[in-house]
């Protein structure tokens, strides 16, 4: 891959959410009982988002392509976005695209999410983003946003670009739509987590999983949390640990590490590489609360 190419921009394609995450609970909170935190933090949130803001502060152009709502709330991460260093030019504005509240509560390292969607996902700056001239990559950062917009990923090839997927955590569609996989046909690089990928292949084992998702994907990168994570390309599979650091929030690593993953990916194309940026760019996400790198939180 020539060096012009490797710093070519990635378009990030996904809804941005309001994340409210509440950390040191003792306990999860039950029906009729009242729970309280230590801390809140409120940060802008979702995954094409946080992947985009760890793929600027890498140093790789980056442009987010979204809707975002008009309301207080959606307003209220404007600050938060204008300092990422993203490219905003293809956020779409609409009244009818928020507010995307996200609740996330944290205890032990574990979350629970409760979130709001609002509005349809494909930005009107869609074809206008992806035909830009200096664009290399789409990185799709949700299922739900792939099912409502089939098209993208055969408009995106047809454009010359290179496509990522990371399917994220969807009841309503990763346990029961059928049509999960066809739709995915052309993803170049498929980046689920060791759940995301047991629901998608009924698989158990880290192994089992990449070798059934193989089958599907020209390459695919397991996430496995404190286990590290795997990834095959076919002639080629390899593992890497995790780092031991002190874990604060674990919300969005699994996207920050989508972010040191694809940035040395797009210039090397060098799997044992790419997972270690990957590792390290998951280990500084969780020191800190929210996904986005700590300077913007």
């Known amino acids: 891959m020539s060096g012009m190419l490797s710093e070519r921009k990635v378009v990030c394609l996904g809804r941005i ?3 409210i995450i509440f950390t040191g609970l003792q306990e999860m909170p039950v ?5 309280f935190a230590q801390d809140v933090t409120i940060v802008a949130g979702g995954g094409a988002y946080i992947t985009a803001a760890h793929l600027a502060s890498l140093g790789r152009p980056t442009a987010l392509l979204t809707r975002l709502g008009t309301d207080p709330l959606s307003r209220g991460l404007d600050p938060e976005l204008e300092a990422s260093g993203i490219d905003l030019s293809f956020v779409e504005r609409s009244s009818d695209a928020g507010p995307q509240p996200t609740v996330a509560l944290v205890k032990d390292g574990e979350r629970a999410f409760v979130s709001r969607r ?11 983003a992806l035909s830009a001239r200096d664009v290399a990559h789409l990185h799709i950062a949700e299922f739900a946003t792939l099912k409502d917009n089939p098209d993208v990923i055969a408009f995106a090839r047809s454009l ?3 496509v990522s997927l990371d399917p994220s955590w969807d009841d309503q569609l990763i346990r029961r ?3 999960l996989f066809e739709i995915c046909a052309g993803v170049d690089i498929f980046l689920p987590n060791v ?6 292949t009924g698989e158990s084992s880290a192994e089992a999983i990449l070798r059934s998702l193989r089958e599907r994907f020209p390459l695919v990168v397991l996430k496995r949390g404190e286990h590290g994570a795997m990834a095959s390309d076919g002639s080629t599979c390899l593992s890497a640990e995790a780092r031991p650091v002190k874990v604060v929030d674990t919300t969005g690593a699994g996207d920050a590490f989508n972010a040191g993953f694809l940035h040395s990916w797009l210039r090397t194309s060098d799997l044992g590489r790419s997972l270690a940026a990957g590792i390290e760019a998951g280990a500084l996400s ?11 939180a």
């Open 17 to 19: 959410y309001c994340d």
């Open 31 to 35: 029906l009729g009982r009242e729970r």
């Open 118 to 128: 609002a509005g349809g996902s494909r930005p009107s700056t869609l074809e206008q």
């Open 160 to 162: 010359g670009l290179t």
């Open 177 to 179: 739509d059928a049509d």
């Open 195 to 200: 759940e995301e990928g047991k629901a998608l």
């Open 286 to 296: 969780v020191q800190s609360a929210g996904g986005a790198p700590s300077r913007l």
